[in-house]
């Protein structure tokens, strides 16, 4: 029987730093978008560098869906995106009337599998959508070449890629429309709720901070500021409720502050893992090429082929031990709705359709022990054989 404390799958990372930063929002008298929210996204477009703009949202989805309205995705158009991820990096496509064009991923990485894309472009496709799964980069040189060759723009889901480098720059600083970081409870910082969209293109960046606050033109009210009365603000298209509040802003200082050390221990762990672990009939993650850097936002592990015990049992065992395990993700060829829409079927997907049969996540996160990490390791080594 088990008598160890449950131990999460994840965990945010919140000191007395954080929520003295909170408490200080809440008692400024500005607890909406603000100087904290400002200031946050001076700090991560400084800490990506590059000379980005970053501009704060209340999460990845909205950013993602600010970033395909300003690229100008709509009705009738398609976008292209792995089966293996989360819904919101396709859901936004719908809100604009377009449609997803779900596509395998590569057996090692997990990451879209740029011979797919290319087997997907049609004369509707707009974007190409990739998402960095699990912190580890997707192969951005051969992707910016099909965008490039099909006049195809490129917006990154980026919520599991900070910090990730490509090719030895970070993401975010890639040549891309826009790059969408998430900073969701479980993420490798967080705001509670929120995320960031980056991009180099200043007319791209206008136009997602003018519709993540109601279509509210700034260029239109400063133009006028001098003669008109502060209560004065003109709307230039039917904009969305996307904007971070200063709670959440001040909660994202103090965390990007603590990145860098939140990476460490990332890696510390993951590379633990990997160690310890190689020995087990798995397929575990693949690690980033030498020199590049992998955010390790999780660590998924499959059973090989030949291992005598299922996904479920291990799930089970785990459990059993008092250990939260995820699945990232049932791809998104599975789920009623994309299945229904667009008729999809397992056969369609053979690699992300053998992974997802045989993958789990285990816990990984900043503020796990050594002792923990240890319980997960000696769980894994009992069940999986
Ligand atoms: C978490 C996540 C999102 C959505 O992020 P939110 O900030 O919760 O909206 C999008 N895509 C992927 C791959 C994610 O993991």
């Not at 606050?213 to 239109?220: E, P, Q, W, Y």
Request: proline content about 6%; aromatic content about 8%; overall charge negative.
């Amino acid at each position: 029987m088990n008598t160890s404390p449950f131990l999460p799958f994840a965990r945010p990372d919140i000191t007395e730093a954080e929520i003295d930063a909170v408490a200080r929002a809440m008692r400024s008298g500005w607890v909406t978008t603000g100087p904290e929210t400002k200031a946050f996204e001076q700090e991560f477009a400084a800490y990506l560098g590059g000379g980005v703009q970053a501009i704060a949202v209340n999460s990845a989805t909205a950013g993602l869906h600010l970033a395909l309205e300003a690229i100008g995705v709509t009705q009738g158009d398609e976008v292209i995106a792995p089966t293996l991820t989360f819904t919101a990096t396709v859901e936004v496509a719908r809100y604009l009337g377009a449609d997803a064009k779900l596509v395998d991923v590569d057996p090692v990485t997990l990451n879209i599998d740029p011979a797919q894309i290319e087997a997907a472009i049609t004369p509707r496709t707009k974007a190409i959508l990739p998402v960095h799964y699990g912190g580890l980069a997707c192969d951005m040189a051969a992707i910016f070449d099909i965008a490039r060759r099909h006049g195809l723009q490129v917006v990154e889901d980026a919520a599991h890629a900070l910090p990730t480098t490509a090719n030895g720059a970070l993401v975010g600083q890639l040549p891309s429309a826009a790059a969408v970081f998430s900073f969701y409870a479980n993420k490798t910082m967080t705001t509670g709720e929120g995320g960031m969209v980056v991009t180099k293109d200043e007319q791209l960046a206008a136009r997602m901070r003018v519709m993540r606050l109601h279509g509210i033109s700034r260029d239109a009210f400063d133009r006028f500021s001098s003669k008109t009365p502060a209560w004065y603000y003109e709307i230039v298209a039917p904009g969305f409720k996307y904007n971070m509040t200063d709670m959440a802003g001040a909660l994202g200082r103090v965390q990007l502050q603590r990145l860098p050390a939140f990476v460490q221990r990332r890696q510390q762990l993951a590379a633990r893992y990997l160690h310890e672990l190689k020995a087990l009939p798995l397929i575990l993650p693949a690690d980033a090429p030498p020199g590049e850097t992998h955010a390790w936002h999780l660590f998924v592990i499959r059973l090989r082929d030949d291992a005598r015990v299922t996904r479920d049992e291990v799930i089970q065992a785990l459990s059993d031990a008092g250990i939260g395990t995820s699945v990232h993700y049932v791809p998104l060829h599975r789920q009623p709705y994309w299945r229904d829409r667009y008729g999809l079927t397992p056969e369609q997907f053979p690699v992300a359709e053998h992974a997802y049969q045989r993958m789990l996540s285990v816990p990984l996160f900043t503020s796990m022990s050594d002792e923990e990490q240890t319980r997960v390791i000696a769980a894994l080594k009992a069940c999986v054989r």
